[in-house]
């Protein structure tokens, strides 16, 4: 087992940037992958990027390339999202989600364990 804690949300002015944090505990002897997704109210969740379990391997939604960095410090188990240039469409709660995998999922069905999430909200 292992929880996941997303911290780093917020309200922030369009064109801002904000940086989301993801902390691991519970089973941590290994690195799982682990994606971020989004959700927007009365919509859908959706996949935003993920890394894998070392850090070098990072995929990001296609729309959203350039705008949002992942990264990670295995060593403080911790995940981070960066996001720069925020619209007011990046206004959603975001999530943290882990799977033990050497591969990198990008559909919410293929990760095991799920934060609560934390706000983001971009408005002037």
């Known amino acids: 087992q292992v929880q996941l804690v997303e911290s780093g949300g917020g309200l922030v002015q369009p064109g801002g940037s904000l940086r989301l944090s993801c902390a691991a505990s519970?089973?941590?002897?290994?690195?799982?992958?682990v994606g971020w997704f989004r959700q927007a109210p009365g919509k859908e969740r959706k996949f935003v990027g993920a890394?894998?379990?070392?850090?070098?391997?990072?995929k990001y939604a296609d729309s959203l390339k350039g705008r949002f960095t992942i990264s990670r410090d295995n060593a403080q188990k911790m995940v981070y999202l960066e996001m720069i240039s925020l619209k007011p469409e990046d206004t959603a709660v975001y999530y943290c989600?882990?799977?033990?995998?050497?591969?990198?999922?990008?559909?919410?069905?293929?990760?095991?364990?799920w934060g609560q999430g934390t706000q983001v909200t971009v408005s002037s």
């Open positions: 989600a882990a799977r033990y995998s050497l591969l990198v999922p990008t559909q919410a069905a293929d990760y095991n364990y």
């Open positions: 519970g089973r941590t002897s290994t690195n799982p992958a």
């Open positions: 890394i894998n379990w070392s850090g070098t391997i990072a």
